[in-house]
Structures are given as C-alpha cells and as structure tokens.
C-alpha cells in the first residue's frame, strides 16, 4: 500500500515535498499581507539564470540559484524603494532578462539539456539528490526560522509599515530579510513545484486559509496545514500517474481554495444573520421614548 516509499527517489522527493509545504505558505502569507503576491513568481524568473551559472560552472544548481535568487530579490527592494515611475519597467526588465539568461547559460553548459530545463520549470521528483536534500533543509531551516522567530515584527511591518518605524522598528531591514526570504523559499521549493509554479504555492493556500480563519496565527497555521497537505498529495499523484508535480500540486492547492470558499460563503451569510438578529434583539429590549405630551400633566 505504501509502495511508493520504497524508491530513494521518492524518499528525497517526499522529504523535499513536507520541507516545500511549510516553507512557501509561511513567508507567502507576509508577501500577500504586504500585496506582493506575485513577487515569488518574478524571483523565480531571476533565480532561473543561478541554474544556469551552476550548470555552467559544474556547481549544485540550488545554491547557485539561491546566491543569484538573494541577489535578485534585494534589487527588487532597492528597486521599489528608490525606482519610483520606472521601477515597474526595471523589474520587467530583471525578471525576463533572469529567465532568458538562465535559458541560454543552461543550453551553453555541457551538462545542459532540455529535460533539465523543464525539471526546473515544472519540478520533477526523479531529479531530486541527496545533494539538493541537503541544500534544501539547511534553507529550508532559515525560512522556518525567520517567519515564526520574527512573525511579530514582520506582521507588524507587512500590516503598516508608517506605524511600523513609528514604534521604533527597522522597516527597511525586515523588508529586505522578507524579500531575501522569499528568493532562499523559491530555491527550496524549485525542485518540487518548478520555478514558474512556485508562487502559486506561496499564495494560494493562504488565500484558501483566509476564506475559513480572519486571525493572523490561525491562517498562517491553516496555509502550512493545506500547503503540506497538497505537496505530499500532489507527489504521491505523480509517482503513480506519471504527471508534472508541480502542476499537479498547484491544481490541488486550488481545488483546496474553492472547497474551502464554498464551505465559508455559507458559514458568512449564517452568522451575518445572526449578528442581524442580535441587533435587532437589542433594538426591541432598549424602551421606547415616551411622547413629550405624556410628560405634561393637565
């Protein structure tokens, strides 16, 4: 019945699966507070060109895609900070000029190919090394270590950053620390879920949380639980029917996102009733005024 844990393959797979689910919903839940849902996906563009120098350099690809990843995520906040009305088209320009770069280093390499290619666009579980195992726990740890160690203050900047550096606290270095978090989650989870995917899982299951849960440490509980969840279901569906992982996990953590709307649009209208009906309770039991001519005796 458990078959599927025999191959070492699958054991690397599975492993790197768990590490994935935990680490993409606990810092996509600061990128989608912050309104940057959609920062994983151009940091991994940028990430694809630290593929290729490590193709190209016969060096692990996951640390050379972390290295230049970082590098392109604290551009990307030097760049929002000081880019002003063209900070939109010199980030276009960083995440198409990463994944065109990262294209052509690969095909320069002597180890590159297109199947390597595509196991970093779309995750692939045979691809998965002890080497990668390593990396990706090590990054892993820093991202489990940074989202719960620092949730206060990286909430309270995500929330408001003026009210943030009002009470004292460093706004800019905390952005950068989440923006470099960020690039080290889309280096952990490319193996996985693939580079062009990879920010779905960053946000969707914390879009799905925040249909049942409004309180902060209960949705970032619940999109750990559900991003978990569809990383391991989505790569045992791949081992046995032979299907992209990270497309195959992606519709998992959508399919997650519309269940649970469906179960809370009911639950919203129910207690919304039930606030209607207390304050209408309220309005019938406080007295009615009695007319000025009562007052007056004749």
């Known amino acids: 019945m458990l078959e599927f844990l025999n191959p070492p393959f699958m054991q690397r797979a ?26 994983g996906d151009g940091i991994g563009h940028v990430a694809m060109t630290g593929v290729g120098l490590g193709f190209l350099l016969s060096t692990n690809p996951v640390w050379m895609a972390t ?13 929002r900070w000081y880019g002003r009305t063209r900070g939109d088209i010199a980030l276009a320009m960083l995440f198409y000029g990463g994944m065109a770069g990262g294209v052509m280093l690969i095909n320069l390499s002597d180890t590159g190919s297109n199947a390597n290619l595509t196991s970093f666009l779309f995750g692939s579980l045979s691809t998965v090394s002890e080497e990668d195992v390593t990396a990706i726990v090590v990054l892993a740890a820093f991202v489990v270590l940074v ?55 960053m946000v969707v299951p914390v879009a799905a949380a925040q249909q049942i849960s409004k309180s902060f440490k209960v949705t970032f509980v619940l999109a750990v639980v559900i991003g978990t969840a569809v ?68």
């Open 14 to 39: 599975l492993i790197a699966a768990v590490l994935v689910g935990i680490t993409a919903p606990a810092i996509g839940i600061y990128l989608v507070q912050r309104r940057q849902a959609l920062m």
């Open 67 to 79: 290295l230049v990843a970082v590098a392109g995520s604290v551009v990307m906040e030097l760049i």
């Open 147 to 201: 989202t719960v160690g620092l949730r206060r203050q990286l909430f309270a900047v995500s929330q408001d950053e003026e009210f943030a550096r009002v009470t004292g606290l460093p706004v800019r270095v905390l952005n950068l620390l989440v923006a470099v978090t960020a690039a080290v989650t889309v280096t952990v989870a490319m193996r996985v879920v693939g580079l062009l995917l990879v920010s779905a899982l």
């Open 231 to 298: 990383t391991l279901a989505g790569t045992v569906t791949s081992y046995y029917q032979d299907v992209p992982p990270g497309a195959t996990i992606v519709l998992l953590a959508i399919a997650a996102f519309v269940v649970l709307t469906a179960l809370a649009t009911p639950l919203a209208r129910r207690r919304a009733r039930g606030r209607e009906n207390e304050a209408d309770r309220c309005t019938l039991e406080v007295p009615a005024a009695r007319p000025a001519s009562d007052d007056v005796r004749v």
